[in-house]
């Protein structure tokens, strides 16, 4: 059982069950051998492979069967239907990936890895913050300085990108900022640029970009989602609204594409990671880390990467358990759910931003 970075977790538990007691042909070769059983009337364990199966009861083993089907049937389908039942193939030669802030943290890490898997793929970054790494030599990294908060930079960005690379075929939403005051206490600035970074800026991106991927039927537009839209914490209600967001963007932009636009194989992913230890936040969650390990950088580049290799639009959890579990927790009473967001208030997390405003325009200084 291989630890993570982030230890000894709750999801490398997961990760092992589902390799191993939910393994596809486990559960394939328990159920064909139990169906067999029941038309001969065999007892399962004639067979002597399947003795070991004397130390379960039935119930057991049938509880187990039909776990591992539920799961197998549930991933292919939510595959298929986040995909709507279509293929689609990537030359990662020819892709041109626009990944905002990219500059540092995730987005820097997401840009080596693609350069790690294929060294030609064009990759566009738009970032505030200058670059923090050495692009490899011969690779095709552009590089674009910008302030996301601000409207018409962004139109004139996106006119400049089509004209000096092209249309990019995969776009990831990567840039957020985070300002970390109550909502009574949070400027105007605070708001409207956490709003405008987080939220109007991947909107519009999509807006740029989304016409040329519909025209080939091809792209994929990736959001960096949170788990605060789930269970939003005191102190960021600005922050979990546009990951909120973000999701409705990522659900009915999906309707749009099959039903107005006729694009079904233009993907959209969202990823709805716990806290990361960016500069983002400081501090600890305080909690136990086998169920809730501030994830690390590499960790989120490495799925973004796996996500964007796949070709395949998906909703991705992280860590997978517990806040897949989380997220379907919303079916409880609503007593319990608000409950269940209490949690957050143990969190030893300081989300104090670490932008500076300018104080005349409010925009980034
Ligand atoms: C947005 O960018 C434009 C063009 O660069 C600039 O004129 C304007 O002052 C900026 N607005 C803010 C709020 O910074
Ligand atoms: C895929 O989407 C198109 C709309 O673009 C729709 O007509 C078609 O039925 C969908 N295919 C499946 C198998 O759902």
Redesign the pocket.
């Known amino acids: 059982m291989a630890f993570s970075r982030e230890g000894f977790t709750a999801d490398v538990v997961a990760g092992f069950v589902r390799r191993t007691f939910l393994n596809r042909n486990v559960i394939i070769i328990l159920a064909l051998s139990q169906a067999v059983s029941y038309i001969n009337g065999y007892p399962l364990t004639a067979f002597p492979v399947f003795r070991f199966v004397h130390l379960f009861p039935l119930r057991a083993l049938n509880i187990w069967i039909l776990l591992g089907i539920y799961t197998h049937v549930t991933s292919y389908l939510n595959d298929q239907f986040a995909n ?3 293929k689609d193939t990537y030359k990662w030669n020819k892709e041109i990936v626009l990944i905002t802030g990219g500059a540092s943290g995730i987005g820097a890490a997401l840009t080596s890895l693609l350069l790690k898997r294929n060294p030609s793929t064009k990759i566009v970054i738009i970032d505030h913050s200058p670059l923090t790494f050495k692009p490899p030599p011969g690779s095709a990294v552009y590089y674009y300085q910008g302030d996301l908060s601000n409207s018409s930079i962004i139109r004139q960005l996106c006119e400049r990108i089509r004209n000096e690379v092209g249309h990019p075929t995969v776009l990831v939403n990567n840039a957020g900022l985070v300002r970390g005051t109550t909502v009574m206490e949070g400027s105007y600035a605070d708001v409207e640029i956490t709003i405008k970074t987080n939220l109007i800026a991947p909107f519009l991106l999509t807006k740029e970009f989304l016409p040329d991927m519909v025209r080939r039927n091809h792209g994929h537009i990736v959001s960096m989602g949170s788990m605060s839209a789930v269970t939003p914490p005191a102190r960021i209600a600005d922050y979990a609204a546009t990951k909120a967001g973000l999701i409705a963007l990522t659900e009915a932009l999906q309707l749009e ?3 107005i636009h ?3 194989k233009v993907r959209q992913s969202i990823l709805l990671p716990f806290f990361i230890k960016t500069p983002l936040i400081k501090g600890e969650v305080g909690k136990p880390n086998f169920l809730y390990p501030l994830l690390h950088v590499d960790t989120v580049a490495e799925t973004l990467a796996d996500i964007l290799y796949s070709g395949r639009g998906r909703t991705v959890y992280l860590p997978g358990f517990p806040m897949a579990f989380v997220h379907k927790l919303r079916v409880l009473p609503e007593w319990l759910f608000r409950l269940a967001r209490e949690e957050s208030m143990k969190f030893g997390i300081d989300f104090t931003g670490r932008q500076k405003l300018d104080e005349k325009t409010g925009g980034l200084s």
Do not use: E, V
């Open positions: 709507n039942w279509t594409l099959k039903y006729n694009a079904p």
